[in-house]
């Protein structure tokens, strides 16, 4: 394998990267005025909707590992969680700001590969890259991402009401059940004498991929606007399923029961948690990372959802209050989801 | 001096401690549907003006400096940077979004103080904090601050012309010099038995002030929709003068002379460049790092403007693109800005 050019970024400079990044981005300008190169960036007037925002911040060493991490997926990685955050509040995203900072480690090359998974990712949700920031940092690279997006009607964790269905987009467990093989190869690498880490994973391919390159779900929100169904509660399910779910029921004061035998699990994720040695419910209950949407709905609208949007199942419903957040188990024992 | 309560992060968690920061804040809930708490903020949909956007990151060892930046005042800065890009856009600020990764020497109480000093700022500026991100770092802090703000019409740096006048608020120099100050008496500290870096920098409070604290001079933004005045163009100087003038001369397509005479600095500022042996335009021109704005006016608004408002100094003129960006030196001779 060859080794890769690495210019230090000091021989271009801060301003020098930023006019790479910036040239390399096209200017659609779709309800942008003024993106890159003024104090902040400028949107136009007309906006429709509820104006949206989140952000999200990834550090170097804890929430991801460049040793493992291509810089392209990273780009799109973090692009992804942030539309997903947009999505689960039943909105479409608009504008991205990103913040670097960047060790001496990371050369000008890198950046560019990191940028064009941005692109990439961009480019797949709609959305534009309207400004941000690039700094130096000692030890670690940090990434922040700041998303714009509009709902015309957002939904919140806290509208679910005993009696609807609660429904889940994809399937579970993937992403952390990936990044299980990721540290196990980059364990393997550590204490032998190779010199790249380049292991085989195509055994393993889906799960990595759902954890290096995770989608967000606004197919989804899309079908829920095409069919004009509103959900009653949703949130995404980058936490894992029990923790967000013990949130939404918080947030609407009701509680649940979800059946174990009904959680969407890929046959990739169940081979490699055997590979792994690992109860199965670890990645799919507990697991994390996983792009995919948890909504409610009225029983009534799950049929007609259906019709139009496949990628969903349910997986349980929501209960009184009093019923406290629990599963069945396939042995039909209820459990308490904590 | 006792010794203040260290609470390690990881006795209260994630939750516990974004349950502690949200509580301290208090909903105003202007404009916020939703704030903390669901995967995005909701802002209402009746919004004024032209939404802009600004995001920028600070690094640990790189930007700030713990040992001698206390939370509170880091809080503060962090907001008023943020605030500062919204003014140099003719805008007002209104929400806030915060991401910070925090490595296990910052306690509990570190965090509480950092906040104290946000949310400080949030008042200050008429700005609410409507989310953001927390996570943990390695080696190193970082924030980043994401702010959207709203202008009636946003001024860029591109419109200056031939004949208008160069204004600069307050006075320049002082923060790249409270920081001059600030590492000195780290070096000292560093080569010294003490044990504590607590030196007396009453001499130094001004630019001490101006590097810790610095305040956004949205109250130049509020005079100039009082006096319907509207810049030519316009930017903040947290760059540097000189970078600052050739941006906006360059976006504006023209060129300017501005009289060293002319430029705003204190008398403070002053005393410690002597005292520093350095050279006071080292800090006026170079510095960086001051919230005051410098914008454009058409020479028949200056007189109205100074009416209302006070705080501000013609520094020059804008010229035609082939004069270059020059000051004239108190000795009379033509130098250029780079």
Do not use: W
């Not at 394998?1 to 790479?20: A, V």
């Not at 967000?216 to 936490?239: G, N």
């Not at 199965?280 to 409610?296: A, Q, R, S």
């Amino acid at each position: 394998m060859e080794k890769p050019t690495f210019t230090p970024i000091e021989t271009i400079g801060r301003k020098g990267l930023i006019d790479r990044i910036a040239s390399s981005f096209d200017r659609h300008d779709e309800g942008l005025i003024f993106g890159i190169g003024d104090d902040a960036a400028v949107l136009d007037t007309n906006r429709q909707g509820h104006p949206l925002l989140s952000s999200e911040i990834y550090a170097e060493g804890v929430d991801f590992d460049l040793t493992y991490t291509p810089m392209q997926h990273l780009g799109f990685k973090v692009i992804s969680m942030a539309v997903s955050d947009i999505c689960a509040m039943n909105g479409k995203p608009e504008f991205i700001l990103l913040n670097l900072s960047l060790t001496n480690k990371i050369s000008v090359e890198m950046v560019e590969l990191f940028y064009e998974g941005v692109k990439r990712a961009c480019e797949h949700y709609g959305v534009q890259l309207a400004g941000g920031d690039l700094g130096a940092a000692q030890a670690a690279m940090n990434v922040s991402v700041m998303v714009y997006g509009a709902a015309k009607q957002p939904v919140y964790r806290s509208g679910a009401s005993a009696g609807d269905a609660i429904c889940v987009t994809g399937d579970l467990g993937a992403a952390s059940c990936g990044l299980m093989i990721l540290l196990r190869e980059k364990l393997h690498f550590d204490t032998t004498e190779e010199t790249v880490l380049d292991p085989d994973l195509t055994p393993f391919e889906y799960v990595v991929r759902r954890q290096l390159v995770p989608e967000a779900r606004i197919d989804c929100i899309k079908s829920l606007e095409s069919a004009d169904i509103l959900p009653t509660s949703m949130s995404d399910i980058t936490k894992g399923l029990s923790a967000t779910l013990n949130e939404m029921m918080t947030a609407s004061g009701t509680g649940c029961k979800i059946f174990e035998a009904a959680l969407p699990v890929s046959p990739e994720t169940r081979h490699t948690a055997d590979e792994l040695e690992k109860d199965i419910d670890t990645f799919v209950l507990y697991g994390g990372e996983d792009t995919e949407l948890v909504f409610t709905l009225p029983e009534e609208d799950v049929k007609k959802f259906s019709e139009l949007f496949k990628d969903f199942v349910v997986i349980g419903k929501v209960e009184e209050k009093s019923h406290g957040v629990k599963m069945q188990t396939a042995e039909g024992h209820l459990m308490t989801l904590t």
